[in-house]
């Protein structure tokens, strides 16, 4: 079954292919037009105004906080019952340093606030607090696949392994806006789509 969507597709592969290319071309105009700066670093509050941004001309729910509980993997995410409250913690989690702000991420997909696109979203808004904070930002294209899902999966009960696999990927280079493209490309093939580039969209 497909997501209610404002395009109505029905069809599994044309609603992933049309999601992709909406937005990524949204992620690549955060970043162009400056809106990015728009968006609170380490709060609710900033990671809906990403959400929001690139999803809402796809769902309804862009931006807003889930209405069912959701599970990957055997894990089950913040039950609606504590989704606000937990929320409203997250926001209260330090985020001076390197390590703190790591474990703010963790919570932050450990809520997994919205129905889909959390992973997308989030890794946006991770990097936010980190330029903000320690004027650093992750290459994602040093952090494999497969090592930062399974490093996510371990990251609920402990979370050495996402701080390691994230701590040799951090530069500099945070104005850069080739790099800045080539994470969204790396972030949505995390994701399982990589039929656009941002870049060229
Ligand atoms: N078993 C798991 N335990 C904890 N976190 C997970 C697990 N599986 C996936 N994740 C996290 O959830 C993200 C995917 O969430 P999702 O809402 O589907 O986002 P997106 O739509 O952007 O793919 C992954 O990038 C990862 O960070
Ligand atoms: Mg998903």
């Known amino acids: 079954m497909t997501l209610k969507n404002k395009l109505n597709i029905t069809d599994q592969v044309a609603l992933a292919k049309a999601e992709e290319r909406i937005s ?3 992620a690549k105009q955060l970043f162009d037009s400056g809106d990015i700066a728009k968006a ?9 105004f990403i959400h929001a941004y690139l999803f809402e001309d796809i769902y309804d ?8 509980n959701i599970a990957k993997d055997n894990f089950r995410f913040a039950p609606l019952m504590y989704l606000k ?3 409203e913690y997250i ?3 330090p985020q001076s340093s390197f390590d703190a702000i790591i474990e703010k991420y963790v919570e ?9 696109g959390n992973g997308r979203a ?5 990097d936010l607090m980190l330029k903000k904070e320690i004027k650093q930002m992750i290459d994602w294209n040093l952090v494999d696949k497969d090592d930062y899902l399974s490093a996510m999966q371990r990251s609920v009960v402990k979370d050495t392994e996402i701080k390691a696999l994230l701590k040799q990927a951090l530069t500099d280079q945070i104005h850069d ?3 800045f493209m080539k994470g969204i490309d790396v972030s949505y093939y995390y994701e399982g789509y990589s039929e656009f580039k941002t870049e060229e969209l």
């Open 40 to 48: 609170e670093a380490g709060t609710f509050a900033g990671l809906s």
């Open 91 to 93: 926001d209260t989690m």
């Open 177 to 179: 806006r080739t790099l």
């Open 61 to 68: 729910f862009a931006g807003k906080i889930r209405e069912v």
């Open 24 to 26: 990524k071309k949204k």
């Open 108 to 116: 932050m997909n450990v809520a997994h606030p919205f129905r889909e």
């Open 122 to 126: 989030t890794r946006l808004w991770l």
């Open 85 to 87: 409250q937990s929320l």
